[in-house]
């Protein structure tokens, strides 16, 4: 693991669509999960930002993951969760590790939502809190328009 620019194609603007249904355990429970559900979560070079909150990042770490590593490294979750759960059907993802600060952005936890990514998709990412799995998935961009003349 090194310390990298953030993936080019993590960038941009992600919509948490759906918690994802594992049966781990996790330090949140439903009330406190769902709020995420419909939010979003920017990320730029420089930093990250979820409901308006920015969070400067200190270096980002990328990795490819295996289904394996990555349920052993969950596991203290107690059932952890693998791939398959998370909707992910490729044996080896890339895992986006974001530093930085600790921040209050939820105000249930100093962890920051969606600072830990899988890039499981050009457009889909998987991001977890307090042990709870999010689907995201790009935001269309502004509509561009192009208008062709007709003769």
């Not at 349920?71 to 979750?77: A, D, L, P, Q, V």
């Not at 974001?98 to 899988?118: F, K, N, R, W, Y």
Request: with cysteine.
């Amino acid at each position: 693991m090194t310390a990298e620019p953030l993936p080019s194609r993590l960038v941009g603007t992600w919509k948490i669509t759906r918690i994802l249904p594992t049966k781990g355990g996790t330090c949140w429970d439903a009330s406190q999960a769902a709020p995420l559900v419909g939010s979003t979560l920017v990320y730029r070079d420089e930093a990250m930002s979820w409901r308006g909150g920015d969070v400067p990042l200190q270096g980002v770490i990328t990795r490819s993951v295996s289904a394996e590593d990555f349920r052993k490294e969950n596991s203290t979750f107690g059932d952890p969760p693998d791939f398959a759960d998370l909707g992910i059907h490729a044996s080896r993802v890339t895992e986006v590790d974001l530093q930085h600060e600790d921040a209050d952005i939820t105000g249930a936890t100093t962890e920051v939502p969606g600072d830990a990514v899988l890039i499981v998709a050009p457009n889909r990412i998987v991001v977890s809190a307090c042990g709870v799995f999010f689907e995201a998935t790009r935001a269309a961009s502004a509509a561009r328009t192009v208008s062709v003349a007709r003769r």
